[in-house]
């Protein structure tokens, strides 16, 4: 188990060291999912600006969720979704 | 003129031949889009039945035009072309250019099939599906039905002028980054597909309508649900028109001018 926990984080160095390689492309990669997260939220906007309210739940609430949501999925990907890449490193 | 274009229609018939054997794929495809097609309709409901005032669109065509989008998905320009994606990567694209024909048509081609083979399939069963169980309505007149094919064929253009012209840029942003990262979220958003264009916000409408995208899905499905008359489809079509050769122009300059500082490595 510590074995395969330092393994793990080796991995993790290796591929943020693979990324940083094209510092460019990581920063548009970074900036792409800002943005596409973004313009969602623009979309949830949009539909509370139209109807105002949704069964006593406002804009600040929905953001909320929205915002936690996000963040619990970008935490998953960062720890978990590499593991079916590991092969190519 | 007729014989000069025989190679591109052999492209569009053979790549269209392969992509229509992912039947599988098609089916698993079709799975997720009633389940995200489902959940979007939930939403609107909530919306609707949360609120008493008067929208520019009502829930019912607003159910319809979901559908309408879950079925005819994968025609939007959200994405490249794969396989030119692979060719500009490795290299192979030095081949492409060898081919006794005009590259960029040939791309053009490649991104018809890709954008129609996938949409073929689905489209049919999606729809026939939404009508019969989710609650799709069909057009209210044969204008608005004809209205509607004629604005999906100039919509099916401009798709493929957007496509086209983003996977040429991947010659300079090699990797398939750049603006094709930012694509599905502007095409989500300004086409209509994440939320009709009607109930965006009131003062973005005549900006909304007249950018590239509203085109591609707002302009038709309104046809076809009749919320704009039958005759706008002459506008429509103006408005698609104007915007697929903008991108065709782009799309060729782009190819001109990155063909010229191509460099392909190795042997």
Known sequence: MPDALRLYFKYIALSMRGQMQYRASMVMTA??????????????????????????????DVA???????MSFALSEAVGRGFDTFDRW | MIESLTPYGAILSARFRTLLQYRAAAIAGLTTQVFWGWIRVMIFE???????????????????YIWLGQALFRFIPWDV???????????????????????YWLWFSRVAAMRLAPTMLRA??????????????????????GAWCLATCGAVVLACAITTC????????VSGLGITRLLPGIVMALSGMSIPIPLLPDALQPILLALPFAGLIDMPFRLYLG??????????????????????ALGRWLWSRGSRRLVVQGG
């Open chain 2, 81 to 103: 072309e794969k396989d030119i994606q692979q060719m500009i990567r490795d290299g192979n694209v030095a081949y492409e250019m060898l081919r006794p024909v005009d590259v």
């Open chain 2, 46 to 64: 909530a919306f609707y039945l949360s609120s008493a005032s008067e929208q520019p669109i009502n829930l019912a065509d607003v159910i319809t």
């Open chain 1, 31 to 60: 900036f792409g999912l800002f943005f596409n997260i973004g313009i969602e939220f623009v979309a949830v906007w949009a539909l509370f600006a139209r109807f105002g309210e949704i069964r006593g739940w406002h804009l600040a």
């Open chain 1, 64 to 70: 909320m969720l929205y915002g936690m949501i996000n």
């Open chain 2, 124 to 145: 049919v069963p999606m729809a026939a599906m939404a009508v019969l169980f989710f609650g799709m309505t069909l057009p209210p007149s044969w204008s608005a039905f």
């Open chain 2, 166 to 173: 983003v996977t040429i840029t991947l010659m300079w942003t």
């Open chain 2, 227 to 248: 919320n704009l008359p039958p005759n706008a489809v002459w506008w429509t079509l103006a408005i698609q028109g104007a915007w697929s050769l903008a991108f065709i």
